[in-house]
């Protein structure tokens, strides 16, 4: 299967800094089939960008992904108080689906 | 609006079963895949199973297979997830989720709010 590894682990920031969040995958992926996700603790996980660069509905435009092949990105510009959160990258092109370890983004 | 309502999570002793239900509300649900993608304690997300729009063709993850059965009942909209043969491992936070597309497993454009399950004795 295809193994998402997320770094950093915990990225701590002040709000209205800069978020950058990566994923890299042991197998590069077929058109670009990666999404990322926010999950608060107690809430449902929210679909933020897929095809790695998309948007996905109502979606702020301070979110932001890029990438391809192996190694991708999610830029938080302008961290607002409710961007604090987890957030996992999943990929969709080879079966099964994975999910990244994910990466906490706390307040400093 | 769209709404995945879980229902049938609780405590479970191992090597029992429990099932999972989602009814969905809100979109055509034929024309969705369906799936479980679950959390455990202090673990990222794993997923689980899926079911097509039509509920033709099933996909599990290997840590499940042979244990757990999805199906869909197109008339209720609803989605179900059979789960056998459980163990500790097995215990977690398990959500419905909205395939965007009609077959497959690809991504993920709407969440339930979450049903848990506790394996232990």
């Known amino acids: 299967e295809n193994v998402l590894t997320q770094s950093p682990g915990t990225l701590s920031l002040s709000p209205g800094e800069r978020a950058t969040l990566s994923c890299r995958a042991s197998?590069?992926?077929?058109?670009?089939?990666l999404a990322w996700y926010q999950h608060q603790p107690g809430q449902a996980p929210r679909l933020l960008i897929y095809?790695?660069?998309t948007r996905a509905t109502d979606i702020p435009d301070r979110f932001s992904g890029s990438g391809s092949g192996t190694d991708f990105t999610l830029t938080i510009n302008r961290l607002e108080p409710e961007d604090f959160a987890l957030y996992y990258c999943?990929?969709?092109?080879?079966?099964?689906?994975?999910f990244g370890g994910g990466t906490k983004v706390e307040i400093k | 609006e769209v709404q995945l309502l879980g229902s049938g999570g609780g405590l479970v002793q191992p090597g029992g079963s429990l099932r999972l239900s989602c009814v969905a509300s809100?979109?055509?649900?034929?024309?969705?895949?369906m799936s479980w993608v679950r959390q455990a304690p202090g673990k990222g997300l794993e997923w689980v199973s899926g079911?097509?729009?039509?509920?033709?063709?099933?996909y599990y993850a290997d840590s499940v297979k042979g244990r757990f059965t999805i199906s869909r009942d197109g008339p209720k909209n609803t989605i179900h997830l059979q789960m056998n043969s459980l163990n500790t491992d097995d215990t977690a936070i398990y959500y419905c989720?909205?395939?965007?597309?009609?077959?497959?497993?690809?991504?993920?454009?709407?969440w339930g709010q979450g049903i848990l399950v506790t394996v232990s004795s």
């Open positions: 095809g790695a660069s």
């Open positions: 809100g979109f055509t649900f034929s024309s969705h895949a």
């Open positions: 079911v097509s729009g039509t509920g033709g063709s099933t």
């Open positions: 989720a909205r395939d965007s597309r009609r077959t497959g497993t690809t991504v993920f454009d709407y």
């Open positions: 197998q590069s992926l077929s058109s670009s089939y």
């Open positions: 999943q990929q969709y092109g080879s079966s099964p689906l994975t």
